[in-house]
């Protein structure tokens, strides 16, 4: 798949401000006034710069609004629900806790399941998308979920259960990453059962049906960079998870570099999230590909 | 809303036969030329005339080659449009609305005005049927040519998708796949006609008849042939002192 920028953009941030979103509406970190409103701030600010984000990648961004309406079959739609059905919720809750100085408990639980059910929609876009073997797995909405609450968690500064977020999103990282190179090939799909004509011999792709490219080999069939995916891989997931973990886990004097050591940490999750959120795009093969003898 | 219906009345399709097809595309540029002038927006073309010329198509040929573990390689072309599948998975996944499958006649198609080019549809088909036009902004796919084949303006003989009128080599059939006494129903059963991908569980309502198989080229072709054959396998004669002598020349032997 083409790894569009838009799109990278929106589910890196959008799944971390939402990640504090959750975070934030179970209480956590329990702040008030001004602190509360840098907390807001930040969590409004990835997840809608996420959203607006992700507008950029339509033909027609004008007609946004109608993507609202088809919640009983698209999970696309769903999507877009949830999101501002969260940001709404969470506002109301923020205000309370940055101007009345309280906390409107039941509304921040239903504002934190909101936002994580924002990521399971926004990973379920993905999943149901046969046609991507490597998209088509549980571990692909485990993967987005663990990956909102590590990022939410290391943002909130839940120093309890950061570390076994982190360590846990890591794993489902490394089993996706095992699991999707063989997707593909389990899915049973290719150019003969594409063509129908398997059952006679080997199949060839012998001329493709133009001499230019089009719209289904630019977005579908993305070469550049899978070479370098072992790399990616590995800067993914040291700057992701075990940098971050380092850096939350060493023990250090004083308020100043215990905040600095916890900013370090999150700009490395979100460096190597996004490094991630990268190669899972760059490295999805679309079955239209088989038709150009291509992957 | 982007619900698939239960069932549709008549289940219009086309049938493709890979075995009459000669890869000549004159399906595509007439499939281009009708849905450029007619159903919504034109399928634009980027850079046409320079050097990296590409643009919206609905119909493409494909050519693949079949070898088979002994006998001859076969080269099969392969006509790809919009298989207005039964369980259209563009459908359900598009979030506006614009994506639908008419009940009437299963046709499967795009409303321009609420499409917001997403892509999204275009992702979900595993047959790259749905191709996204750049002027547009806006999905683009086969209509089965609606505005064709119930057009009282056209002859009756018209009225037929713009890629099986067109087609010169009789390799496309237009009619209802649904009703098994129509002529393409009768023709898939005949023929073997067989559904793209059907792991995918997209139900395609296009069947594609399978290529028959090739002669084969036996060692001997006619009772004649061996007294035709060569009679020497080593030159004789003049002809075989030309040989010798020539080997002796500077240069040696080939």
Known sequence: MHPAPSVIIFTTLSGLGFGLLFFLGLGQPAVTGKVAFVFYAIAFGLACGGLLASTFHLGRPERAWRAFTQWKTSWLSREGVCAVGALIVMGLYALGAVFMDSYWTL???IGAALSLATVFTTSMIYTQLKTIPRWNMELTPAMFLSFSLAGGALLAGAETVAPWLLAAAGAVQL?????GDRALENSGTNLGTATGLGDRGAVRAFEPPHTGSNYLLREFVHVVGRKHAQKLRMIAFVLGFALPLLLILTPVQGVVIKHVFAALAVLSHLAGIATSRWLFFAQ?????G?????R | MTELPNSTDRKMGLVIDLDTCVGCHACVISCKGWNTENYGAPLSDQNPYGGDPSGTFLNRVHSYE?????GHAQLIHFPKSCLHCEDAPCVTVCPTGASYKRAEDGIVLVNEDHCIGCGLCAWSCPYGARELDVAEG???KCTLCVDRIYNENLPE???IPSCVRTCPAGARHFGDLGDPDSDVSKLVAERGGMDLMPEMGTKPVNKYLPPRPKDQIEEQIDILAPLLAPVAEEPQGFMGWLDKALDKLPGGAN
């Open chain 2, 157 to 159: 003989v018209d009225r």
């Open chain 1, 107 to 109: 509304l921040g639980w």
């Open chain 2, 138 to 140: 806006v999905m683009k």
């Open chain 2, 66 to 70: 079949v070898q088979p573990a002994d």
């Open chain 1, 284 to 288: 999805a093969e679309h079955v239209v």
């Open chain 1, 175 to 179: 089993a996706y990453w095992a699991k």
């Open chain 1, 290 to 294: 088989l038709y150009y003898g291509k």
